[in-house]
């Protein structure tokens, strides 16, 4: 359903964008060149409602590269026991694309140093999305638009660490 909604709006904005185009140069009387600025207009008028999400996206694909390693914060790993220490959330604006940040924070069991850190990025798409509000999250459609670093499964054998789960006080 949500298909052939988002199908039925891209349809009317072709109308609406072509509309336009032969508004804005009818007249111009030399024909060829009324067919080529109509067609010209036409085809950047097309992708405008979702330009702020491509432009977007290819910074959140750079975003996501500079933060797409696993930060190693103590000198000393070996045979250490960690679990999670904390979470420090940013948001950030690429354009109108919204991204929180979370700096995932690993600390020493006992001493509660900080071992290794890595950060999640989540965005949201551009602002067509936001406005129909049909999608969970406003998840963007030209992008994924969730990265971290591809290692963090392996770290704590990679580094000679014994992750646990922090107890919970009752």
């Known amino acids: 359903m949500i298909g052939l909604f988002l199908l039925l709006i891209a349809v009317i904005w072709i ?3 072509f509309r336009l185009s032969v508004l804005l140069t009818r007249r111009i009387s030399n024909k060829s060149l009324r067919h080529f600025s109509t067609l010209l ?45 904390s979470s420090e959330r940013t948001s950030l604006n690429l354009g109108t ?12 069991a006992s001493t509660q ?30 992008f994924h638009g969730f990265c971290q670093a591809k290692n963090t499964e392996t770290i704590d054998a990679q580094l000679g660490l014994m ?7 009752r």
Request: hydrophobic share 40%; net charge neutral.
């Open 41 to 85: 207009i036409f085809f950047v008028a097309v992708p405008l409602p979702l330009i702020d999400e491509i432009i977007g996206g290819r910074n959140f694909e750079k975003l996501c590269q500079e933060k797409a390693e696993v930060f190693i914060d103590a000198a000393n790993t070996q045979g250490r026991t960690v679990w999670f220490g």
């Open 97 to 108: 694309i919204r991204v929180i940040q979370a700096k995932r924070n690993y600390v020493d």
């Open 15 to 17: 109308g609406i964008a």
């Open 113 to 142: 140093e900080p071992i290794y850190h890595y950060y999640r990025m989540e965005a949201t798409g551009g602002w067509l999305i936001r406005t129909l509000g049909m999608f969970e999250g406003d998840s963007p459609l030209f």
């Open 163 to 169: 992750r646990i789960n922090r107890p919970t006080s």
